[in-house]
């Protein structure tokens, strides 16, 4: 469970329960400043639409909603 920042825990465990068979988990890296995040579902667009989501709730934490959503839109384009 993470503990660091405040929120973040919470934040991927709503992000995690829309996919099914869903986990996810971020951990610091011991010999880098990077942070290491792991996700799985039960297919592979789940897990790719989880990383995504992911991703952008730990890129963007701070963006106002607008920003959010239109990065979240351009970001499945991808997909």
């Known amino acids: 469970s993470c503990v660091s920042p405040e929120g973040l825990q919470d934040s991927i465990n709503e992000i995690v329960a829309k996919y099914p068979r869903g986990r996810s988990f971020v951990r610091p890296s011991g010999t880098e400043y990077v942070v290491r995040v792991y996700d799985e579902s039960e297919t592979k ?34 997909i």
């Open 45 to 78: 667009n789940g897990t790719l639409q989880l990383a995504l989501e992911h991703g952008i709730d730990l890129i963007f934490p701070s963006v106002n909603a607008e920003s959010y959503e239109l990065a979240t839109k351009l970001a499945y384009n991808y």
